[in-house]
């Protein structure tokens, strides 16, 4: 719209606008908040809730591009607007510069009187702090009384010795309450959208002391504010508000920078005049300036990611899933917000994959809508999903279950997310204050370039190791129909398993990695009779190469080792494949070894003219590789996250934790093992219809004397 049709309507309303009753003032408000919402809608979702003493409304756009988010305070004398009209320039705010906008509905006057919405606003503010929001990733916005509340709100924050936000835009700030400007007198016939007597009827229902700093920021005298940019009409009354509280925040040393329209009125940029587009690039700039924005977390893919999305195939993409039992059922209202503060704590575990020409990367992206878990873990979904989201947050009665696309990280990284969304629930849900230990992380703080780092790249060495080749004894199997996926627990107690291992002298990895081995030798003995005809029989074993490296990163840095036997050469006992895998373990699990093994997949990726190789291409032969040397080297893979502690003010509100990794490409099975306050629980995942695996290692455990408790998700459970 143009300032000649917007001038002209304005003067047919001035006399309705300054006269009306105030409740029909607050329904004009409404009006055109809705018009506003209406028009700048369209790329934006509102998410509405109430916050004790005010309502708020989140505003958040499509294409997220800036961190951070701006805290806008509406205007109305102090008296009218509610959040419908909030919500008008809240979106008009989120959909220009594609950032997060949270509008506050203060209490309003005359009912409400000062200083309730200045302490609505202090608390909006603590809201988005203990929502993850650091003040340096935060701006004011407001206009009118708004403006001036922005203003107040600073004051007040270093009365408290709170930190102060990252700046304040201020569009016709009302900072004057004792209307001691000039311009009351020298633009009252010339303003079209407001007089003198309206804004003292508004003064007049807020407060009766105007000359408070709290009330009327201009006289502030011992004060910290950000740098501020202010708008302002020059025909409008309030005109000398704007100017006097520039000279002053100068005067005391503060940054400010004042544009003044000549022959506009108050409020003018809420109106998106076609001549004053011009603003809306200053405030822009203002905003990457102050918050140093460069947005959104972006990686290219760590090396061990590089194979997933390249060897997806239908059906198959590689996800695992950790979650945690709580003491009282999960309320998802809570559960949501938690989740909102959580994922800005984690820019590339809450990322979407995007392709490039030659490469996949990591893109950080909004928090995930929560959803209500199923029967069956790591259901199938189209690939298309981890280009939205690369993980999913699921609840069911007292159970959070996070499952991870295997690309942005690995068991202990996943782990670190999920204690660190579970704490963060219970701080909201019960208030508990729970400490940054045992791998829970501060909500509120920022990711540590060590956290975001590839690993692989930073610890590889000279000289790469080849990784031997052979066929392997593969499990098969029907299919369930319907792509079901059965799952069956095994519980047992911790300390009896760990008694045996100690007596046996080996570690609980090699203790189950032989009954695992030592079930799949009775399987082939069962199906191959000809001793020529059997193939080796091997289980992958994931090492987390943290502890070998020191390194803090919560992306992948985990490598599989594959341990096992090879069946034609004789009968094993079960001490024997024991006493093998737990020196093979000891062999190959070391700094050195482990390091050439990667050392030759970082060198491949290094090569100048496979990083110009397009990236269609890459995958296909990153695919073939994958069949030939990933998977297929082992029978199975079993992988023991180990034992999960908590920081002791979690405990009484966690039952238990699970670990499930998904089937492999290629087989039917997989394997995962967790511990958790001495329980034992040790995960069979399986798309075929025969439970064989699972009765032959189980039943092996039974035979060696063990007491084993078993879980099923089975629809049959005659199978078992």
């Known amino acids: 719209m143009t300032e000649k049709f917007i001038r002209t309507n304005l003067k047919y309303l001035k006399g309705f606008m300054t006269e009306s009753s105030l409740e029909a003032a607050r329904r004009t408000h409404v009006l055109l908040g809705d018009f ?21 409304e989140w505003i958040i756009p499509e294409e997220e591009k800036r961190g951070g988010v701006i805290l806008y305070l509406h205007g109305g004398g102090y008296t009218c607007g509610n959040i419908d009209y909030a919500k008008g320039f809240g979106s008009v705010l989120a959909s220009r510069f594609g950032i997060r906008v949270f509008c506050c509905a203060y209490r309003l006057a005359p009912e409400n009187p000062f200083p309730a919405a200045l302490d609505d606003a202090v608390a909006a503010y603590d809201l988005l702090v203990q929502s993850g929001f650091s003040p340096e990733k935060m701006l004011l916005c407001g206009e009118s009384a708004g403006g001036g509340l922005c203003y107040a709100l600073s004051i007040r924050l270093h009365r408290l010795g709170k930190a102060q936000p990252a700046g304040i835009i201020a569009i016709s700030p009302w900072t004057d309450l004792t209307l001691s400007g ?9 303003d079209p959208s407001m007089t003198t007597e309206r804004v003292k009827f508004f003064a007049d229902c807020y407060s009766d002391n105007p000359s408070d700093p709290l009330v009327s920021p201009v006289f502030f005298d011992d004060a910290d504010f950000p740098p501020s940019l202010i708008f302002a009409g020059g025909d409008e009354v309030l005109l000398d508000d704007s100017r006097l509280m520039h000279e002053r925040l100068l005067k005391a040393g503060f940054r400010s920078e004042l544009i003044v329209r000549p022959n506009l009125w108050h409020a003018y940029v809420l109106y998106d005049l076609k001549e004053c587009r011009g603003d809306y690039d200053r405030m822009e700039r203002f905003i990457d300036k102050r918050l140093d924005c460069e947005a959104k977390y972006w990686s290219r893919l760590d090396n061990a990611a590089l ?16 979650s945690a039992t709580l003491s009282e059922p999960v309320d998802p209202f809570v559960m949501q917000s938690a989740l909102e503060v959580t994922v800005r704590r984690f820019p590339l575990i809450s990322s979407r994959l995007r392709s490039g020409v030659f490469w996949y990367y990591l893109e950080q992206t909004d928090a995930p809508e929560l959803l209500r878990d199923g029967p069956q873990p790591i259901m199938k979904q189209p690939f298309g999903a981890v280009r939205q989201c690369a993980i999913r947050v699921l609840y069911y009665k007292n159970r959070i279950a996070v499952e991870f696309f295997h690309a942005v990280t690995d068991g202990n990284g996943g782990l670190i997310f999920l204690k660190t969304l579970v704490a963060e629930y219970l701080s909201q849900k019960y208030g508990a204050e729970i400490p940054n230990t045992k791998g829970v992380e501060d909500r509120l703080s920022s990711p540590t370039p060590e956290e975001l780092e590839d690993s692989f790249a930073d610890n590889a060495g000279a000289v790469g190791l080849k ?10 199997g029907t299919r369930e129909k319907d792509g079901f996926l059965n799952l069956t627990c095994g519980i047992m107690s911790a300390d009896e398993l760990l008694s045996r291992c100690h007596e046996k002298g080996v570690t609980l990895t090699a203790y189950l990695a032989a009954v695992m081995v030592y079930s799949l030798i009775n399987i082939q003995r069962k199906k191959v009779q000809r001793l020529v005809k059997r193939r080796p029989v091997k289980v992958q074993i994931p090492v ?42 000891e062999l190959y699990v070391t700094k050195k070894n482990m390091q050439a093994v990667f050392t030759t997949n970082v060198n491949s990726e290094r090569v100048f003219l496979i990083k110009l190789v397009p990236l269609f291409i890459k995958n296909i032969v990153m695919k073939a590789i994958f069949d030939r040397v990933g998977e297929a080297q082992g029978t199975i893979t079993m992988s023991n996250i180990g034992k999960i502690e908590l920081p002791e003010e979690m405990t009484e509100y966690v039952d238990g934790f699970d670990f499930i990794i998904g089937p492999q490409a290629r087989s039917p099975h997989n394997c995962a093992v967790c511990t958790y306050n001495g329980e034992l629980r040790i995960n069979f995942i399986r798309r075929s219809e025969n439970p064989e695996l699972e009765r032959e290692f189980f039943g092996t455990l039974v035979r060696l004397g063990h007491r084993v408790a078993i879980e099923s998700n089975q629809r049959d459970e005659e199978r078992l």
Not at 182 to 190: A, C, D, L
Not at 467 to 476: A, I
Not at 566 to 577: K, T
């Open 182 to 190: 000039k311009s009351h007198r020298e633009n009252g016939e010339i």
């Open 36 to 56: 506003m919402a209406a028009a700048h809608g369209a790329g934006v979702r509102h998410e509405r809730r109430s916050y004790g003493s005010f309502d708020g």
């Open 544 to 585: 987390d190469l943290r502890r070998l490296f020191d390194s803090t990163t919560l992306r992948n840095f985990a490598m599989v080792v594959s341990v096992g036997v090879d069946p034609r050469m004789g009968d094993y006992s079960f001490d024997e494949i024991l006493g093998i895998i737990s020196r093979q373990l």
């Open 307 to 322: 194979i997933f999305p390249a060897a997806k195939r239908r059906g198959w993409h590689n996800i695992f899933r950790l």
């Open 467 to 476: 990784r031997p080749s052979e066929k392997v004894f593969r499990l098969k």
